[in-house]
Every structure is written in C-alpha cells, then in structure tokens.
C-alpha cells in the first residue's frame, strides 16, 4: 500500500519491514492505545514494532485497529 494507507495482508506486512509504522488498539498495552515505530517482524498472532528508546514491543494481531505507514514532509 501507499503512505497512510493500512497494512493488511501478509506481503503488505512483509514489503514495510524496517518501515516506520503506526499501530492504533482496540485496548491499551502499556496504558497506551497508540505507537510509533519501526516494523521489525509479524507472524499470524503478532506484530513486532522497536520504539524510539530501542525496545521492542509484540503486539497480538486481535488488539490492532489500525496499523500503516507513517509518513514525514
């Protein structure tokens, strides 16, 4: 997909590894419902994201809203 738009489907996934992503939630993890970084990896229950402090967060699949490119002008 293009800047803004949502990932979806596996090779969309697959294509935006290393990419800056936004993740919005159904429910808080952390007491946030969202989270900027970059995609590190996804399976069929996870997604994997590095914050901006190094630390990487999974994030099961059923709690994604939304999640798609970020985008910077």
Do not use: A, C, M, Q
């Amino acid at each position: 997909p293009g800047l803004g738009r949502r990932l979806r489907k596996d090779k969309h996934f697959e294509k935006s590894i290393g990419e800056e992503v936004e993740v919005k939630l159904f429910r808080p993890i952390n007491k946030k419902k969202e989270y900027i970084g970059r995609l590190k990896s996804f399976d069929k229950n996870t997604v994997s994201i590095e914050l901006d402090d190094g630390s990487v967060l999974e994030i099961p699949r059923e709690l994604i809203s939304v999640i798609r490119l970020t985008f910077d002008f």
